[in-house]
């Protein structure tokens, strides 16, 4: 079955880089494109970034276009998320997300999320 | 940016009674909207997309309508299981994809 398993989360200071993974199984993975969505404490959900299939486009939410980069390596099935130059409102679980279908734009299979906690 | 609101923000139900969830988009998304399921501690989970399909595996009580700018989530009899949070996302004009605030349905 599909299964998406986030790492890489932890506490950060404000400024600092971190990176996170995205390990995909259960499905043709160089067959979908893939999304971050992110979380809050408490709070609602806010769709972070987006990566074609075959890793020829990216998409960013304005809060963190020129800070984080969304990547993929097909061959490891493995979605990435660097994320530089953080903040504290960048504090929240960081869930990866599968497309329903090539160009559906519905997130039908999630992995369990990581945290990511900016303080000082 | 298309703006989603929902109501009510919390819904206060018992078993088996029927729950009317509302989505609202600032403009027109067609269907191109979805509803999602999230319960404490878990990811959300896709109950409905294109508005009104149910997603694999979730049961005929949800059923979801609407189009343009007015969206209804319905749960026909709520089960122990459905109190939750849900909400609604949309498709149609990205980046970037947008969700609703989130309705609660708890137990009255």
């Known amino acids: 079955q599909v299964q998406l398993v986030e790492s890489g989360g932890g506490v950060v200071q404000p400024g600092g880089s971190l990176r996170l993974s995205c390990a995909a199984s259960?499905?043709?993975?160089?067959?979908?494109?893939i999304h971050w969505v992110r979380q809050t404490p408490g709070k609602g959900l806010e769709w972070v970034a987006f990566?074609?299939?075959?890793?020829?486009?990216?998409y960013y939410a304005d809060s963190v276009k020129g800070r984080f980069t969304i990547s993929r390596d097909n061959s490891k099935n493995t979605l990435y998320l660097q994320m530089n130059s953080l903040r504290t409102e960048d504090t929240a679980v960081y869930y990866c997300a599968k497309n329903r279908l090539l160009g559906s734009y519905f997130f039908d299979s999630w992995g369990q999320g990581t945290l990511v906690t900016v303080s000082s | 940016e298309i703006v989603l609101t929902q109501s009510p923000a919390t819904l206060s139900l018992s078993p088996g009674e029927r729950a009317t969830l509302s989505c609202r988009a600032s403009?027109?998304?067609?269907?191109?909207l979805a509803w999602y399921q999230q319960k404490p501690g878990q990811a959300p989970r896709l109950l409905i997309y294109d508005a009104s399909n149910r997603a694999a595996g979730i049961p005929a009580r949800f059923s979801g309508s609407g189009s343009g700018t007015d969206f209804t989530l319905t749960i026909s009899s709520l089960e122990p299981e459905d109190f939750a949070v849900y909400y609604c996302q949309q498709r149609s004009n990205w980046p970037p994809f947008t969700f609703g605030p989130g309705t609660k349905v708890d137990i009255k």
């Open positions: 990566i074609r299939y075959d890793g020829t486009n990216t």
């Open positions: 259960g499905f043709t993975f160089s067959g979908y494109g």
């Open positions: 403009q027109s998304v067609s269907s191109s």
